[in-house]
């Protein structure tokens, strides 16, 4: 899902995969927020777009609704090195320290804010020394270009001398301790919004209902035998061809995707959205930068050996690093993308009747709305993107319920998310076809 970092902005997407055709898995709604504004004055009137890790950024709404769970490794994983730096406002986490301790409890996630407050708090120190010294290497630098005799000069040239050596010293010091700061401050998570429940995913309240269990006067079938009765599917071939969890969608499944991502497009282009198509490879920074661990244990994602890329595990990825390191004036906003892209995810840990036939697969379709807005728009746009996803729903006559989840089961990033479960027959129970 989403990991943004905007000043003065706010990112809300939201995506409707096609890969499980029977059931159109729309994406839940998940709000994040980050902690401090990154730098663009909003007397300048645009908005200045940084993606980074959401949960160490702005001082600003930020909302994803995206189609499956996070990318694991959102936090920095141990031993794994940074390759870019978030604009973390470190003040915020000492000022808010006991709030953050208690945040990070609720969600039973990692950080230490201890350890990030203590780091900083010493990297503070050592800079300050370090521009101290810098600070004297100038004066002696001034005062030498005045007259002077040749034991006060060279006493001067001693004195610089051994301040650079200290400076250049202090300095690789003082970069090893930013980078250790900068992997701890990223395992903090994002702080919650205030009517998330507390506590484990049994927890969670229900937003809506719509529908009702639908009886039927027969023994019902799941998707899985009903597909390969009616030859819409092939597994096998596609375990021989690529592996496990691949699939050959065949005759009506084929145009049923089509006439699915047609229709999804239809339905919001009147919205305001504009369409795109986004890349599959996407540089692994970027990926970092949206707040998951491409390399790390467990990941979702896959990594192309010998390069810098990734296959996207979400069009949120692509779509926010077109407006990485931009500036947007605030008369475009709010900016809305309807994006259409392929998600490749290893879904690492998967496992049981929940993965049967076309779940938990390596790769599907999907179709994301994706928005960057101002941040007092923030909320309504929220509201507007999950009740779109269930009307879209509702349209296709599914029995479904919304959740608002639990501390527990937001992850690092998320502020807020909503999770949408519809009632499946072939499986007797309810069933999360987006999060």
């Known amino acids: 899902m989403a990991a943004a970092a905007v000043a003065g902005g706010s990112v809300h997407t939201l995506g409707v995969s096609t890969a499980l055709l029977y059931r159109l ?63 973390i406002d470190f003040k915020f986490i000492r000022e808010n320290k006991e709030a953050i301790a208690t945040n990070i409890q609720n969600r039973k996630c990692g950080g230490d804010v201890e350890q990030v407050v203590q780091l900083y708090e010493q990297s503070v120190s050592l800079n300050q020394e370090v521009d101290k010294l810098r600070a004297e290497r100038n ?20 004195q610089g001398k051994q301040l650079k050596e200290q400076v250049s010293e202090l300095e690789v010091e003082l970069t090893m301790l930013q980078e250790k700061l900068q992997m701890e401050g990223q395992r903090i998570p994002n702080m919650t919004h205030p009517a998330v429940p507390i506590g484990s ?63 999804t497009m239809s339905k919001l282009l009147p919205k305001g959205f504009t369409p795109l198509s986004t890349p599959d490879l996407i540089r692994s920074t970027v990926v970092e930068k949206c707040g998951f661990q491409p390399r790390g244990q467990n990941t979702q ?70 928005v960057i807005c101002r941040p007092d728009e923030s909320d309504a746009l929220h509201e507007e993107l999950i009740s779109l996803e269930e009307e879209l729903y509702a349209s296709l006559g599914l029995h479904f319920k919304t959740l608002d989840m639990s501390t527990e089961d937001l992850g690092a990033p998320a502020y807020r998310k909503y999770d949408v479960e519809a009632w499946m027959p072939g499986l007797g129970r309810y069933g999360e076809v987006s999060e």
């Open 301 to 370: 994602v896959y990594s192309v050996e010998g390069t810098d890329l990734c296959l996207a595990g979400t069009a949120e990825i692509p779509v926010g690093g077109m407006y990485m390191d931009s500036m947007l004036p605030e008369s475009a906003l709010p900016l809305k993308l309807l994006a259409y892209s392929h998600c490749f995810r290893t879904e690492a840990g998967a496992a049981g009747s929940a993965t049967r036939g076309l779940y938990r697969v390596h790769q599907f379709s999907k179709v994301e709305m994706f």
């Open 139 to 158: 004066a002696i630098a001034n005062a030498m270009k005045g007259k002077l005799d040749a034991s006060r000069r060279e006493e001067l040239i001693e």
């Open 201 to 263: 995913e049994d927890v969670a309240t229900l937003r809506k209902e719509v529908g009702s269990q639908r009886e039927f006067p027969f023994p019902v079938r799941d998707h899985v035998d009903l597909g390969l009765a009616l030859d819409l599917f092939d597994f096998e071939a596609a375990s021989e061809v690529s592996g496990t969890k691949f699939y050959y969608l065949k005759n009506e499944a084929v145009l049923l995707e089509m006439a699915l991502i047609n229709w």
């Open 25 to 87: 898995p729309l994406s839940s709604s998940t709000l994040l927020r980050a902690f401090t504004p990154l730098a663009t004055p909003r007397s300048t009137r645009k908005l200045e777009w940084r993606y980074g890790a959401a949960r160490c950024a702005a001082n600003v709404a930020v909302s994803t609704q995206d189609v499956a769970p996070a990318i694991s490794g959102a936090g920095a994983d141990e031993g794994l090195k940074q390759t870019w730096k978030a604009s």
